[in-house]
């Protein structure tokens, strides 16, 4: 039985947490089970070429176990740049501390990094002037209202050059291509040793957590949150990441 399976079949039907055990193979999980994560964990690290200048400020609001700032800090090891990483899971924020740390001796560099306990929807968010703000796999647990409130918050703490860029799977409006994204996620898990049971295990443990909404949705969740000109930057079937900004121009 392969560990994807052991860890979803801990909960039951719409149970799924971010146990301590969960955040043990967070990493490999998530690798598995999001299709072209690295594709898209690159895509955000190259647009800080842009986004976030030497000494600059990015807030991860749902970090995980700090795999953006990692690729980040990995593409730009002299440039200063600035964390604050935010995850309601002490065990998520625990993990980030540890491997960023092995990775500051592994590079023989310093960066600033701070981590802050905290429900992102509630707050508060304790960074100001955010050069780039990410919200990774992490509103796809919100409801509507939660997401706009997250959102709000963020742009509150954004300079007003700043950036957003939001990542989550997102609901298929015609049933047809929801069908065909619904089996390509399966096969691409499965290609990845994902076991058949393992997927099903997952996907019942979701139900009612993970909430999907249109990508329309996403985009006017975050103008509804006072950012502007909402952006396609990505998009693979049910998977979508929407960039955005703090001002008009």
């Given at each position: 039985?392969?560990?994807?399976?052991?860890?979803?079949?801990?909960?039951?039907?719409?149970?799924?947490?971010f146990?301590?055990?969960?955040?043990?193979?967070?990493?490999?999980?998530?690798?598995?089970?999001?299709?072209?994560?690295?594709?898209?964990?690159?895509?955000?690290?190259?647009?800080?070429?842009?986004?976030?200048?030497?000494?600059?400020?990015?807030?991860?609001?749902?970090?995980?176990?700090?795999?953006?700032?990692?690729?980040?800090?990995?593409?730009?090891?002299?440039?200063?740049?600035?964390?604050?990483?935010?995850?309601?899971?002490?065990?998520?924020?625990?993990?980030?501390?540890?491997?960023?740390?092995?990775l500051?001796?592994?590079?023989?560099?310093e960066?600033?990094?701070?981590?802050?306990?905290?429900?992102i929807?509630?707050?508060?968010?304790?960074?100001?002037?955010?050069?780039?703000?990410?919200?990774?796999?992490?509103?796809?647990?919100?409801?509507?209202?939660?997401?706009?409130?997250?959102?709000?918050?963020?742009?509150?703490?954004?300079?007003?050059?700043?950036?957003?860029?939001?990542?989550?799977?997102?609901?298929?409006?015609?049933?047809?291509?929801?069908?065909?994204?619904?089996?390509?996620?399966?096969?691409?898990?499965?290609?990845?040793?994902?076991?058949?049971?393992?997927?099903?295990?997952?996907?019942?443990?979701?139900?009612?957590?993970?909430?999907?909404?249109?990508?329309?949705?996403?985009?006017?969740?975050?103008?509804?949150?006072?950012w502007?000109?909402?952006?396609?930057?990505?998009?693979?079937?049910?998977?979508?990441?929407?960039?955005?900004?703090?001002?008009?121009?």
């Open positions: 039985m392969s560990e994807d399976t052991d860890i979803a079949e801990q909960f039951d039907t719409g149970g799924w947490q146990t301590p055990d969960v955040v043990d193979v967070f990493d490999d999980h998530v690798r598995a089970s999001v299709p072209h994560y690295d594709v898209i964990q690159d895509l955000v690290a190259e647009t800080t070429d842009w986004l976030v200048p030497a000494g600059g400020l990015v807030a991860d609001l749902g970090a995980s176990t700090g795999a953006s700032a990692r690729r980040i800090i990995e593409r730009h090891p002299d440039r200063g740049i600035q964390f604050v990483l935010y995850d309601e899971q002490p065990a998520m924020l625990e993990q980030a501390d540890a491997e960023l740390r092995e500051a001796v592994k590079l023989d560099t960066f600033d990094i701070l981590l802050n306990r905290t429900r929807q509630d707050g508060p968010l304790v960074h100001e002037n955010a050069d780039l703000t990410l919200c990774l796999f992490t509103l796809q647990f919100l409801s509507r209202e939660e997401r706009v409130k997250a959102l709000r918050l963020a742009r509150q703490r954004a300079a007003e050059s700043g950036a957003l860029i939001v990542a989550e799977k997102i609901r298929a409006i015609d049933s047809r291509w929801a069908e065909i994204g619904t089996d390509v996620a399966h096969d691409y898990k499965a290609a990845r040793g994902i076991s058949d049971s393992a997927i099903r295990a997952k996907a019942k443990a979701l139900r009612g957590v993970l909430r999907p909404y249109p990508q329309q949705a996403t985009a006017d969740a975050t103008v509804a949150a006072g502007h000109a909402p952006e396609v930057l990505f998009r693979w079937h049910s998977w979508a990441v929407i960039g955005a900004f703090a001002s008009a121009q």
